[in-house]
């Protein structure tokens, strides 16, 4: 058992957070949090102390939507659009993971990145490799990022060196949830690619294996105009794109969908009374020119929103800098409309980035007591002013004047792993 | 004399990337570059060489538009829009500096921060007050950071802190000049904070003394639609913004103007004819909610731009976090002209980050014979794959993948300042 001691700042809700100035985490063996506290206990004085001092103490990020596999493209080719640039850039990069070594050495540089970033829990897409897949979750696991992974399903549009038949993609799906039960702490998910991607029958088999293994689902939705055209003509008996998933079962309480930047009011409604929860990757959606994503509405209309860093459609691992895009893209939305109340807010964005994704591994938020801690560690100190700055002002300044750098510790699972 | 070796970038013009893989920098004894080639000539071999291996070397950053006092306020309080921001926010923070102690803490921060950012040429904005300001450039020639610093005007619609009249504003400007005479790499700037905050008088003199010192002319335009219906209250004598400057001869060659979010075609155009620069502060602009400046518009008009942090309306000194985000700003509006060339590439917003900003100071650009270096050494080389990337291409990673701690060395007129 231990206690750490630091400024804690708890995202209780999306417009509620909850500080305390050198307040208390305590740990037992397994590094379960039972008590978050003012003050400590008499009971708990005894137990080996952390004093981070005058940094605070945060929530540890959720990234919910990125491809592994595009990490050696992040930052790199930003000048196309969606279709163009999954066909010029992100296809070729994904196929050399049929080559494990390489795919371990990728893949482990992305999951210390991850956690030296502050982000221990993930959904996340690998590439359609089975194999590569289960090396991206061994590397994942090694150091302490958890969350779901999904060996992506691709059986037409891909190109002559990623792409599968009908049948290789579904008995990969079953062979990789079957390998999958050896990770502790990552849990596979079914993941088509998205709609172009995959073939009726496919989408109709994944639909019943997501079924019958009792599995969650994540995919892309509504991100560009040319995309949403293209769903339209390989299913004209549908309406709208989500009723492509809908159709085969795949459109459920809480298959992950990201992006959402055009999506209608009644495909809004759908995530809705589904429990769909959206991913708002907002680095992504401006680099690649897709749109701006309408998050205030999508909250107001009271649908699940989360996160995504969407590597390498987005150019930053850094859930800080995410937070930073997603509150200048609500203000790119409030310019146009000239109603501030789209202005998400710095505690808003913590929300998003932290408890919001939090809710889809564990059903809770902030600092949960009896489950295992999942924290961050931020040195602001070295700042100017810091003493005269509340909690809740550090946190926004932290988002903008903080990097890896100032993260001098992440714990996941309870146990400290940078 | 010595030699420096390294991957050497250079933005000859705003399309053109001159690159030397493992070139040659040769410095004088008072650090002037007096070579730069792929090879190095046989006179050199014997000097003393710093081999800066794989990493990159770069034009160091030249920031054209930030506010000195508002330092303590990066990322904080941008919940409200200019001219609330500016009375809630801005005033109170830059009338703190009337304490000298005060200012000489806050002001070695921001001169060690530009440094180990990679900027070491700035246009400055400093408070109203001369003494301050003068601290403020002890501060910055101590660390190496050059160019131009402005006592601001304002003698109107201030508080009642920070204002003057307008006799002080005129005899502290002159005393200013005076004083600023004791520096060698940093000069003074007429700085009228902008037409709001300055009596017609006040405007006419300054225009008189600029005239008399020969000295540059800073300020800001058309940032906000608020701002512009307040300025043509001012003055219902003038069709456009940019007039107000114009009527008392502030509008001339070299004149820089920061923003330029609103300003229309005939603006643009009395820019162009004058000279006038504009500095993009993308960052700003949407953290205040003011707009997108349409930059690729104002180039093919042949209008001179540059960039600027503009803190604390932005919220960053990194001038690596300013290129992507007047990237970003750029593809926001292609996003809605739907006109691919819109957008900026990562070439063209290294050239404005440097080269468009180094012509301000010496009307040379890249890294020009003959003259003190200015550069910075940025180390990618931890990044994955370096070696398959084209040195362009590690250029545009290195604006979304890199920060200061891989800035490995920054040289400032001629001289090693980190």
Redo the contacts between chains.
């Keep these: 058992m231990k206690v750490i001691k630091g400024n804690i700042i708890e995202a209780q809700s999306l417009n509620t957070l909850k500080t305390y100035k050198n307040g208390y985490l305590v740990l037992d063996e397994e590094g379960k949090l039972i008590c978050l506290s003012q003050t400590l206990d008499k009971e708990y004085q005894n137990l080996p102390l952390t004093d981070y001092g005058d940094a605070l103490i945060l929530q540890s990020f959720c990234d919910m939507h990125l491809h592994a596999p595009q990490?050696?493209n992040?930052?790199?080719g930003?000048?196309l659009e969606l279709i163009d640039w999954l066909n010029t850039y992100t296809f070729p990069t994904e196929a050399k993971c049929k080559d494990l070594n390489y795919a371990r050495?990728?893949y482990s540089?992305l999951a210390k990145e991850l956690i030296n970033k502050g982000t221990t829990r993930v959904c996340m897409f690998s590439s359609l490799h089975t194999d590569a897949t289960l090396v991206l979750m061994e590397e994942l696991e090694k150091e302490g990022v958890t969350g779901y992974v999904g060996k992506v399903n691709m059986d037409r549009n891909g190109s002559s060196e990623l792409e599968e038949t009908t049948k290789e993609s579904i008995t990969e799906t079953l062979r990789f949830i079957k390998e999958a039960e050896r990770f502790k702490t990552l849990k596979p998910i079914i993941t088509p690619r998205f709609t172009p991607s995959c073939t009726n029958s496919l989408m109709e088999n994944l639909g019943k294996i997501a079924n019958s293994y009792n599995l969650l689902v994540q995919s892309h939705l509504s991100e560009n105009l040319k995309e949403i055209e293209w769903v339209k003509e390989l299913h004209p008996d549908l309406d709208e794109y989500w009723q492509s998933y809908a159709k085969y079962n795949l459109w459920k309480e809480k298959t992950l969908m990201a992006h959402c930047v055009y999506s209608s009011d009644s495909e809004i409604k759908a995530m809705k009374e589904a429990k769909v929860v959206a991913v708002h990757c907002p680095d992504s959606n401006?680099?690649i020119?897709?749109?701006?994503a309408p998050i205030r509405h999508f909250l107001n209309e009271g649908v699940w929103v989360t996160l995504g860093s969407d590597i390498a459609g987005g150019?930053?691992l850094s859930m800080l800098k995410v937070m930073?895009l997603a509150?200048?893209a609500s203000?790119?939305i409030?310019?146009t409309t000239k109603d501030?109340s789209d202005?998400l807010?710095a505690e808003e964005a913590y929300y998003l980035a932290t408890s919001s994704g939090e809710r889809y591994f564990n059903d809770k938020v902030g600092f949960p007591l009896n489950e295992k801690l999942h924290a961050i560690v931020l040195d602001d100190t070295a700042l100017?002013?810091t003493e005269r700055?509340t909690l809740s002002?550090r946190l926004?300044?932290?988002?903008?004047?903080t990097?890896e750098?100032n993260i001098i510790a992440v714990y996941s699972e309870g146990r400290k792993v940078k």
């Design positions: 990490y050696p992040i930052g790199l930003m000048d050495n990728i540089h401006i680099n020119c897709s749109g701006t150019s930053t930073t509150i200048r203000k790119n409030a310019i501030k202005v807010t100017v002013e700055l002002q926004e300044r932290a988002l903008y004047r990097n750098n």
